[in-house]
């Protein structure tokens, strides 16, 4: 009996070209010695992507798709996924052939190897947008320093998965998901590879500056609390450099030198009502997971599914 693997696309408006994908995807597993199939997540595709879809769950066997009721995001389309596969391993890969089918034989090679999880890295090459590119390495260094996990910069959601590790993984109940971190916390034997990213297929990436500083932020307070403790050594720190301040001050009373001040008294109180401020909105969100993680809603709705 063949091994079956299971390749998991998450996918929001990407009409157009999810027959490409779909047709490279065929024409890289077929030759090999597998069984195969392909979900899509649709994650409440406002275009034709879900017809697209349906469309090909028609002609072919091994195509199979959820639909969700409305856009739950990257992060939960995925989760869905884990939560359905049925394969020996599984293969998570964007529906926009950034992430190139070609690759998927290595992958699968270093499995047989014995690895639980091959994940890739992005080699960022010139032709990608220079804002995106320095913002993804800041935050790759941001992480590392303020978590435990060592994050190589460019891994994304493109990487192979043993079945044994999307067991324990769909059973992880926190609210805001982030894979990349959460599969390298996970242990398990891990190897990265590198590829050359394509261009995307067709249609528009789904994070805009804003949503890539909201997701990098979800990224580094789901992994590291130490935020948090900016207040301490922030307290520390000035309340030592106004030690500093008493020579002088005791000085000028003595003297009778009169201490004129408005304009540095109006720049410390901003700065440090700003500073207050800052420190108090990084409490408020740490609140603000704890508060949404109470609820304990759903990751995602399924609407409609031909899986089992
Ligand atoms: N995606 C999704 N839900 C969203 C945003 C994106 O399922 O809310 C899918 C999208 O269709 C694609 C993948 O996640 O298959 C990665 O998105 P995108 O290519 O826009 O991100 P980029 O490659 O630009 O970082
Ligand atoms: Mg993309």
Redesign the pocket.
Known sequence: MQKKISIL??????EG?IVTITNALHKVLMPLPYNYEIIF?????EDN?LNEIKELTQQQSNIFFISFSK????Q??IKAGFDMVTGECVIS????M?HPPTLIPLLLKKWEEGYDIVYTIRKDHMEMPIL?RRTSEMFYNVMNKLSDIELESGT??FRLMDKSVISVAKNFQEDDLFWRGLIKWMGFSQIGIEYEPAQ?LK?????TFK??LQFALRGITSFSIKPLGIAIYLGFLFALLSLLYVPYVLYSVYFGHPISGWASLIVTIVFFGGLQLMILGIIGMYLGKLFMQSKQRPHYIIKETNLK
């Open positions: 696309i998450p996918i929001y408006n990407e070209n997540v649709d994650d409440g595709s992507s856009n739950f995001g990257h939960n389309a890969m964007d529906g926009d950034q995106k994304a959601d995307r249609g528009k990436s789904k994070y949503k890539m």
